[in-house]
């Protein structure tokens, strides 16, 4: 039976307006979605530090400014709003670097369970502090360094960022370390020993760690036994070659 007059009346009338906007809503939480889905499965990804030109006398006390030129996750380069989401979804997760440290930081984007912090040994004149300890000394202020589990920094004997003294300060606060790379510029016997000298050092300063903490009664090691060699790799464009320390 066909409805009546009445029943025609009573019934909501939604206009083709409102029609349009249910489905635009729809449709931007389809999208965001996607973009959400495509954010977490990004793969792991080697992120470097570097630190950018400027004038550090002007600011004495603040931190240096820091930049990548490592490719950001995929799905920022699509389109403004999954750039956008992306954003959110990595201040929501603590994966942009520098953000409570720096006034006005770039996106620089960082998952600390899958990806690999790479730092450069470089030393410039407008560099008031060397590669591995100004950058790692800010990483440590930003909430929950213990997150990190991979680093990479890059081996250079003349540089005090690579002693065995500096390399277990540089990681002492890292909880969460489970890989440690060198980054050398050739895999030459020179090189090889240099990194055999720092494991032999490491290995020596955990396993006092680990007794001191046992004899004071402070609980386990704060660091897992796999920690005790570093990896040596060379740099190839985004990507490491790793190298095998025995054929030095």
Known sequence: MPPTKDEDLARPVISEDAKFESGAKLNLEIRLAIWGLVYTA??????????????????PHSWCPRYS?????????ICREAREEARR?????????????????????FNPAIDTLYVPNDKNYWIRDWGPEGVLTQVKAEPR??????????????????????????????EGLE??????????????????KLDRSLHV????????RER?????????PYLEECKVALKRGVQFEFINKALG
């Open 179 to 196: 890989e440690v790379i060198l980054i050398v510029k050739k895999a030459g016997k020179a090189e090889l020993d240099w990194v055999k």
């Open 89 to 109: 979804l990595a201040r929501a997760a603590g994966h942009l670097l520098f953000t409570t440290t720096a006034s006005n930081p770039p996106d620089i984007y």
């Open 145 to 174: 360094p213990q997150l990190l589990r991979s680093l990479a920094i890059e081996l250079d004997p003349l540089t005090r960022g690579t002693t065995p003294y500096f390399l277990q300060r540089d990681i002492a606060d890292f």
């Open 205 to 212: 300063w955990l396993r006092d760690t680990r007794r001191l």
């Open 69 to 77: 030129p490592s490719p950001p996750p995929l799905v920022v380069n």
């Open 42 to 59: 990004a793969c792991a990804r080697i992120v470097e530090v570097q630190t950018s030109e400027h004038d550090h006398y002007s600011e």
């Open 216 to 224: 004071l009664g402070t609980g386990k090691s704060i660091r897992p």
